[in-house]
């Protein structure tokens, strides 16, 4: 049996091919462009499979997290107004997953902040303490002493790092990766 012609990759679609991976495929969105790793030896008819594939796992992960990303700038909101109210509204607030050495970041020239999809397991406490981290970012960038300070206006600023280094260490991150 013939296989189908390919189909054409979307023109946001970076496809990786590497010779080390044997096996398995993966996909990850990098701003609006979606980023496909896969193995060197699959033809052209497997690309346009994996590729079409991997494209509706992603929408059906984005669809999943839209509610949580609402609730997350929302909770994000809440903590500032409490813990930090001089830090200016977040523009976005939302779970990335390509983030695996970082509990979060921010860009604080869009105000933007991306937390790691790692974090939805853990308690609430600790997501909140991440927000608050990202957030002081939004006026102090550096990790200097006034940021410092802005982080630990939250009440389990201690308890929410030990908890973080803890797992930092078993998963054999470095300290500084949040």
């Given at each position: 049996?013939?296989?189908s012609?390919?189909?054409?990759?979307p023109?946001?679609?970076?496809?990786r091919?590497?010779?080390?991976?044997?096996?398995?495929?993966s996909?990850y969105?990098?701003g609006?462009?979606?980023?496909?790793?896969?193995?060197d030896?699959?033809?052209?008819?497997?690309?346009?499979?994996?590729?079409?594939t991997?494209?509706?796992r992603?929408?059906?992960?984005r669809?999943?997290?839209?509610?949580?990303?609402?609730?997350?700038?929302?909770?994000?909101h809440?903590?500032?107004?409490r813990?930090?109210?001089?830090?200016?509204?977040?523009?976005?607030?939302?779970?990335v997953?390509n983030?695996?050495?970082?509990?979060?970041s921010?860009?604080?020239?869009?105000?933007?902040?991306?937390?790691?999809?790692?974090?939805?397991?853990?308690?609430?406490?600790?997501?909140d303490?991440?927000?608050?981290?990202?957030?002081a970012?939004?006026?102090?960038?550096?990790?200097d002493?006034?940021?410092?300070?802005?982080v630990?206006?939250?009440?389990?600023?201690?308890?929410?790092?030990?908890?973080?280094e803890?797992i930092?260490?078993?998963?054999?991150?470095?300290?500084?990766?949040?």
């Amino acid at each position: 049996m013939a296989e189908s012609p390919p189909r054409s990759i979307p023109p946001y679609v970076d496809i990786r091919r590497s010779k080390r991976r044997k096996r398995t495929v993966s996909a990850y969105r990098d701003g609006e462009r979606v980023v496909v790793l896969m193995p060197d030896r699959l033809s052209a008819v497997e690309e346009a499979r994996w590729v079409e594939t991997m494209l509706q796992r992603l929408e059906k992960q984005r669809s999943r997290s839209r509610v949580s990303d609402e609730k997350l700038l929302a909770r994000a909101h809440e903590l500032a107004c409490r813990h930090l109210p001089e830090v200016p509204e977040p523009a976005s607030v939302r779970w990335v997953s390509n983030q695996n050495r970082r509990w979060g970041s921010c860009t604080p020239a869009d105000r933007s902040i991306r937390l790691s999809s790692r974090l939805q397991s853990m308690p609430a406490w600790v997501v909140d303490y991440v927000l608050i981290h990202e957030l002081a970012h939004l006026i102090e960038p550096a990790h200097d002493a006034a940021f410092w300070k802005l982080v630990h206006r939250f009440p389990k600023s201690e308890r929410a790092e030990g908890y973080l280094e803890g797992i930092s260490a078993a998963a054999n991150l470095t300290l500084d990766d949040f």
